[in-house]
């Protein structure tokens, strides 16, 4: 079975950088495109990120877009999640997810998720 494991949360500084990886275990990705979405606490899961199967295409929300970048590598079965110029409104837990539906930025259209790896950005 498909499992999903993120790393590489902290706390940062408002302006710096972070890079989140999510590793997948048990399973393929074939087929799978991929995504990051965070979740503050009271609010609903926020599509972030997403990636194709191919990686060829990528999407972002216009609040990270120029600042964030998604990345995968099928060979190492991983994805990841570089983050610069973080603001204190991108603090919340990043979950990495995947779907069969590729370019997807509905949580509900995800099957499989990550447990989560916490980001905060002091001001």
């Known amino acids: 079975q498909l499992q999903l494991v993120e790393f590489g949360g902290g706390l940062v500084q408002a302006g710096g950088s972070l890079r989140l990886s999510c590793a997948a275990s048990?399973?393929?990705?074939?087929?799978?495109?991929m995504g990051w979405f965070r979740q503050s606490p009271g609010k609903e899961r926020e599509f972030v990120a997403g990636i194709n199967w191919s990686g060829g295409a990528t999407y972002y929300a216009d609040s990270v877009k120029g600042r964030f970048t998604i990345s995968r590598d099928n060979v190492r079965r991983t994805m990841s999640l570089q983050m610069n110029s973080l603001k204190p409104e991108d603090t919340a837990t990043y979950y990495c997810?995947?779907?069969?539906?590729?370019?997807?930025?509905?949580?509900?259209?995800?099957?499989?998720w990550g447990q989560g790896t916490q980001v905060t950005v002091s001001s």
């Open positions: 048990g399973y393929t990705l074939s087929g799978y495109a």
């Open positions: 997810g995947t779907t069969h539906i590729s370019g997807s930025f509905r949580a509900a259209e995800y099957d499989r």
